[in-house]
T-cell receptor, first 112, second 111 residues
Framework: DTGVSQDPRHKITKRGQNVTFRCDPISEHNRLYWYRQTLGQGPEFLTYFQNEAQLEKSRLLSDRFSAERPKGSFSTLEIQRTEQGDSAMYLC??????????FGEGSRLTVL | EDQVTQSPEALRLQEGESSSLNCSYTVSGLRGLFWYRQDPGKGPEFLFTLYSAGEEKEKERLKATLTKKESFLHITAPKPEDSATYLCAVHPLSGNTPLVFGKGTRLSVIA
């Protein structure tokens, strides 16, 4: 399968703990995006990479969130000192630059 | 600010009962309008891209149309397997702004 893959699919953590999500994009895509989606809402943009450069960050991305894309391949999204409000589906997407995004299955975070 | 509004929030249809979903948008310049389908617990799956007013795209029972202010997703003779959330998104013309999504329409098709 050559689609976008995300890991883990589900994560349950206690408030205050750190969590990290990984995204492996489609190999020939140079653009990678992170979105967050809560129940009944559409995906909300968090951040965007072109190759290894982080080009855009949303105001939603507080200081507790950090994303990396070393060597322009896979990406990680880390949330430090998790809060209950961080509970959501974290979606990764990649694109060859046409605007069309290919999404992964998402990583669902539950903060207790 | 770029904005996408979808209506209705939820729609319940009998199998075979055709209907339309609406996506109204406000954007400084439109590079493209996208429709995605999302099943519960899954990531969005691409359906269509529309680039200019008057354009239409079709796929099986779905047809998407675009005007200068809105897009419609027409569903003809739907089946239960068409039940999903349908998301509309705009790709603004300016800079590196990514897709801006609406909240979606939850479609249920009853046999």
């Amino acid at each position: 399968d050559t689609g976008v893959s995300q890991d883990p699919r589900h994560k349950i953590t206690k408030r205050g703990q750190n969590v990290t999500f990984r995204c492996d994009p489609i190999s020939e895509h140079n653009r990678l995006y992170w979105y967050r989606q809560t129940l009944g809402q559409g995906p909300e943009f968090l951040t965007y990479f072109q190759n290894e450069a982080q080009l855009e960050k949303s105001r939603l991305l507080s200081d507790r969130f950090s994303a990396e894309r070393p060597k322009g391949s896979f990406s990680t999204l880390e949330i430090q000192r998790t809060e209950q409000g961080d509970s959501a589906m974290y979606l990764c997407a990649s694109s060859p630059g046409t605007g069309r995004m290919f999404f992964g299955e998402g990583s669902r975070l539950t903060v207790l | 600010e770029d904005q996408v509004t979808q209506s209705p929030e939820a729609l319940r249809l009998q199998e075979g009962e055709s209907s339309s979903l609406n996506c109204s948008y406000t954007v400084s310049g439109l590079r493209g309008l996208f429709w995605y389908r999302q099943d519960p617990g899954k990531g969005p799956e691409f359906l269509f891209t529309l680039y200019s007013a008057g354009e239409e795209k079709e796929k099986e029972r779905l047809k998407a149309t675009l005007t200068k202010k809105e897009s419609f997703l027409h569903i003809t003779a739907p089946k239960p397997e068409d039940s999903a959330t349908y998301l509309c998104a705009v790709h603004p013309l300016s800079g590196n702004t990514p897709l801006v999504f609406g909240k979606g329409t939850r479609l249920s098709v009853i046999a």
